[in-house]
């Protein structure tokens, strides 16, 4: 079968793309518009790194199909720093040291933004069950769920 | 691997006439989170996915009275974010909410769980017990059956290559019901139920059982409904002796195998213990509504 014609609206940006039925909306992402930010980590929905919001829905971006993406909002990290302006999360991030090889990092920051959106105001125990979806090997979690609440902090400007 | 189509019908009649027009082997795609594993991993070479979220009445979640329709593509966390549902069956979205993680939940739907046909799925036994009434279409009509039905064996369903999950129904509840599911495994969160247990249960105006479901997770070839665990309730006040009885007829249900996630002797003894535990709080729930 021919390749798929695909209409996305991609970080604020109307897109079209070809992609093979078989693709992953990562596949699309990383090998056909070149945005790699968004990492693959398992390829079966366990680790998180690959998420993405899909119609303001958090999703692991390895478990939807790019043909999917028809007439969808898909939103990466390459759309969340605002020009050189880095995302509160991201500022965050970066004080708190909350990552160290850094390939959760995007995930991380697009599932914590997820959480903000839904909840301003996160208890430790809903930020750690927010992310329970995103795998990090080397931070052991505590700065990163520090990093979220300073964040959603600064965020509710107080 | 043959090359892949991927088609998205509006209708349920376009969707069944694809599945039937398809000599290979097929895949419904709803909410990807156990097809798409399968891709990756190379488990199936299917040469046709039939996507069914573009079909209104499958996406669809309807309150009518006391009833509800649950679309089989309705997501987790469609249900999780509908106004009255958790109100109204908690121990369903006891299951609904122990699926995955906010990322799979966001896609993963209940008739997705249910018709991947893994024994330990979380919301299956919930739905069991609730007593969830599944409607399948198929080139010639639709047809209705009990949820435990669709399951028959580990990966299996008793529905034909061209039949479609349309949607589930469940009755409106008398008063003073409740239900609660809970599974055992090692982690909170990100795990695959060791022993899963639904029960559902209806009081009447003293406080004595009129009514019960019960259902085991995990611990057979399928997930089972136990009437033997369900009788030990109807007509007493679910007292010691009756939560005594209820834990041995659902030990004694328990069929399981070993594997790394539990021992055979371990899933009869938490199966037990489980049943017990997820009782208690379907009587606190019947007793509050």
């Not at chain 1, 992609?19 to 980590?41: A, H």
């Not at chain 2, 017990?129 to 009990?146: E, F, K, L, Q, S």
């Not at chain 2, 790394?260 to 017990?276: D, F, N, P, S, W």
């Amino acid at each position: 079968m021919a390749r798929q014609y695909v209409t996305a609206n991609i970080n604020g940006e109307e897109i079209d793309f070809l992609c093979d039925p078989s693709q992953t909306l990562l596949d699309v992402l990383r090998d056909e518009l070149q945005l790699t930010g968004t990492k693959e980590g398992c390829g079966t929905g366990d680790c998180g790194a690959c998420s993405v919001t899909l119609d303001g829905v958090l999703v692991c971006s390895c478990l939807v199909l790019g043909a999917e993406a028809e007439g969808k909002t898909v939103e990466t990290i390459e759309g969340m720093a605002d020009g050189d302006e880095l995302h509160p999360l991201q500022r965050k991030f970066i004080d708190h040291i909350a990552l160290q090889c850094g390939i959760c990092t995007p995930g991380l920051l697009v599932a914590s933004r997820s959480l903000l959106e839904h909840n301003p105001n996160p208890s430790e125990t809903e930020v750690r069950y927010w992310l329970a979806g995103n795998l990090c090997r080397c931070t052991g979690y505590q700065n990163i769920v520090t990093a979220v609440i300073d964040a959603a902090k600064e965020m509710r400007g107080n | 691997m043959e090359q892949l189509r991927y088609e998205a019908p509006d209708t349920l009649e376009a969707a069944v006439a694809l599945l039937s027009g398809e000599s290979g082997v097929t895949r419904i795609l709803a909410g990807g989170t156990d097809v798409l594993v399968q891709l990756h991993l190379d488990v199936i070479d299917t040469p046709l996915i039939v996507d069914i979220k573009k079909i209104t009445e499958l996406r669809e979640i309807v309150k009518d009275g006391g009833a509800y329709w649950i679309g089989a593509a309705a997501t987790g966390m469609e249900l999780m974010n509908h106004p009255d549902f958790g109100a109204d069956w908690p121990g369903v979205l006891d299951g609904v909410q122990l699926i995955g993680s906010i990322q799979i939940r966001g896609r993963a739907t209940v008739g997705g769980n249910i018709c991947n046909g893994s024994p330990a799925a979380d919301s299956t036994p919930a739905m069991i017990a609730a007593g969830a009434v599944a409607t399948i279409a198929g080139p010639n009509g639709r047809r209705d059956i009990p949820v435990e039905d669709i399951c028959v064996g580990p990966g299996q369903t008793s529905l034909a290559k061209d039949e479609i999950l349309v949607s589930f129904a469940l009755p409106a509840r008398p008063a003073n019901s409740g239900d609660a599911y809970l599974r055992f495994t090692p982690r909170t969160e990100m795990d695959i139920a060791v022993v899963g247990v639904g029960v559902n249960l209806t009081l009447d105006g003293s406080g004595i059982c009129t009514s019960a479901r019960v259902s085991l997770g995990a611990v057979a070839a399928t997930p089972l409904l136990v009437t033997e665990a369900a009788d030990a309730l109807i007509g007493t006040k679910i007292d010691a002796a009756a939560l005594d009885n209820l834990a041995a007829a659902a030990s004694a249900a328990a069929k399981p195998i070993d594997d790394k996630r539990g021992t055979k002797e371990y899933r009869i003894k938490v199966a037990g213990v489980l049943a017990r535990r997820a009782a208690t709080i379907a009587l606190d729930r019947a007793r509050q509504g």
